[in-house]
T-cell receptor, first 114, second 114 residues
Framework: AQSVSQHNHHVILSEAASLELGCNYSYGGTVNLFWYVQYPGQHLQLLLK??????LVKGIKGFEAEFIKSKFSFNLRKPSVQWSDTAEYFCAVNGSGNTGKLIFGQGTTLQVKP | NAGVTQTPKFQVLKTGQSMTLQCAQDMNHNSMYWYRQDPGMGLRLIYYSASEGTTDKGEVPNGYNVSRLNKREFSLRLESAAPSQTSVYFCASSEGVTGANVLTFGAGSRLTVL
């Protein structure tokens, strides 16, 4: 069965600090990978996705993620966080060819202090 | 466009009561999903509908039923609510039935079972 593990449950950073959120998945076949973000009081929004091609993908608001197949990882990065990045971040995966159903990680709450 | 609309936004039930969460999408998407979000557990798939006329169980289907009423609407029913079903419920939809599709989420329905 597929599973997703996010290493950090709660991260606190100061503005301008760099961010890296870890995500590892368990699945033997070809995967599609996603990061979703949930800002306070809002619904989930897509941050970025990887389907194929360049393993370094860029998303909205300066976020990027790197797919490392050998490590079953899809870590999220941002060079310099802002207070407005305070949110909960979810990594998700599904197997290529499956229906669109996603398996989500536990989520990481990011708090950015001004 | 409204995207994915869920009703109600908030509901309080007593143990044993029944209720239906409604979901509608106006994007002509084929697939629809119901997730529940609990602290520290991320989002877990309850049921999904790959296309009109089909439904299938997700990770945590016990205690729930669904109906794909037409292409636009996908409802989730709790026949006899239990305190363990206190959660935030999210409906989502996606255009296609393969894994390489982005889910669009509704705003969520917060359910409390006393």
């Amino acid at each position: 069965a597929q599973s997703v593990s996010q290493h950090n449950h709660h991260v606190i950073l100061s503005e301008a600090a760099s961010l890296e959120l870890g995500c590892n998945y368990s699945y033997g076949g070809t995967v599609n990978l996603f990061w979703y973000v949930q800002y306070p009081g809002q619904h989930l929004q897509l941050l970025l996705k990887y389907f194929s091609g360049d393993p370094l993908v860029k998303g909205i608001k300066g976020f990027e993620a790197e797919f490392i197949k050998s490590k079953f990882s899809f870590n999220l990065r941002k060079p310099s966080v802002q207070w407005s990045d305070t949110a909960e971040y979810f990594c998700a995966v599904n197997g290529s060819g499956n229906t669109g159903k996603l398996i989500f990680g536990q989520g990481t709450t990011l708090q950015v202090k001004p | 466009n409204a995207g994915v609309t869920q009703t109600p936004k908030f509901q309080v039930l007593k143990t044993g009561q029944s209720m239906t969460l409604q979901c509608a999408q106006d994007m002509n998407h084929n697939s629809m999903y119901w997730y529940r979000q609990d602290p520290g557990m991320g989002l877990r798939l309850i049921y999904y509908s790959a296309s009109e006329g089909t439904t299938d169980k997700g990770e945590v289907p016990n205690g729930y039923n669904v109906s794909r009423l037409n292409k636009r609407e996908f409802s989730l029913r709790l026949e006899s609510a239990a305190p363990s079903q206190t959660s935030v419920y999210f409906c989502a939809s996606s255009e296609g039935v393969t894994g390489a599709n982005v889910l669009t989420f509704g705003a969520g329905s917060r359910l409390t079972v006393l």
